[in-house]
């Protein structure tokens, strides 16, 4: 996570607050909120870590996506990409990408690029349109951590760590954002499949991790790309927890409404 989230960062924390509707001046403070965010998201976040966000605790690093996407959902949106969205930003590092995508657009318009246009467009129309909602693919994430020879073991599982459960946050948000697009029926089935999917994703993600990381050392490639996917999935379980509570809630609703 990058330091030019700055202001966004600072305007969720600012939202945090207003939703908890009380002070951060104490640790018991972080203690209820931590506990007011478990039980509004049924995702676990240690009040040391809500400590460091809101700088109780000094820290000179940034919140995790993860910590951002539950500190998000606790305000009432999918996640971090959402909450980014609905208030006309971008997350991470992508408006600044998406700024200088656009001068290189603007500097090679030409007769070539509409040439190229016509060409892409006649591709896409000679293909089949899929209308199916559960084609639609989770977000994009970033390239996975490097790391020199020098770099610990335990610093390499860290930051791997972080980098796929991030990952797998993303992936679960870019479901939830769809829900409102979608009927419970068709809501439901689409997050079974994608959670199913996101799984396997993230099981081969933190295979390849930690095969490129520990190198030739095969007990420690399967030992941590173990304990990775197994945090990954704790982060994902409530996904499929949400969906299925809801289908489950919609189910009995309509027998008690059954004459």
């Known amino acids: 996570m990058k330091e030019d989230n700055t202001d966004q960062i600072k305007r969720l924390k600012e939202e945090v607050i207003m939703t908890f509707g009380g ?5 018991i403070d972080y203690e209820a909120l931590a506990e007011a965010i478990k039980g509004k998201t049924k995702l676990p976040v240690s009040a040391t870590t809500l400590k460091r966000v809101f700088g109780y605790i000094k820290s000179s690093n940034a919140p995790s996506g993860a910590t951002l996407g539950i500190l998000a959902r606790y305000c009432g949106y999918a996640g971090w990409a959402d909450w980014c969205a609905k208030h006309g930003l971008e997350a991470g590092n992508k408006k600044r990408e998406k700024a200088n995508a656009g001068k290189m657009r603007i500097a090679v318009i030409s007769a070539a690029s509409l040439l190229i246009a016509a060409v892409a467009l006649t591709l896409i129309l000679s293909k089949p349109q899929v209308s199916n909602k559960t084609e639609e693919q989770p977000a994009a994430i970033s390239m996975p951590p490097a790391f020199e020879e020098t770099d610990s073991e335990i610093l390499r599982y860290q930051e791997l760590l972080k980098y796929c459960t991030d990952a797998a946050a993303v992936k679960c948000d870019s479901v939830r954002s769809r829900r409102d697009r979608m009927t419970m029926d068709e809501y439901y089935r689409f997050a ?11 099981r081969s993600l933190s295979e390849q991790c930690t095969e490129d990381a520990f190198k030739g050392n095969d007990t420690l490639q399967r030992m941590y790309a173990a304990q990775i996917f ?21 189910l009995q609703a309509s027998i008690k409404s059954y004459p």
């Open 230 to 250: 197994s945090a990954c999935r704790e982060v994902c379980l409530p996904l499929w927890l949400e969906a299925h509570t809801e289908y489950q809630d919609s």
């Open 192 to 202: 079974m499949q994608e959670y199913s999917r996101i799984l396997n994703d993230i």
């Open 23 to 27: 002070s951060l001046d104490s640790p």
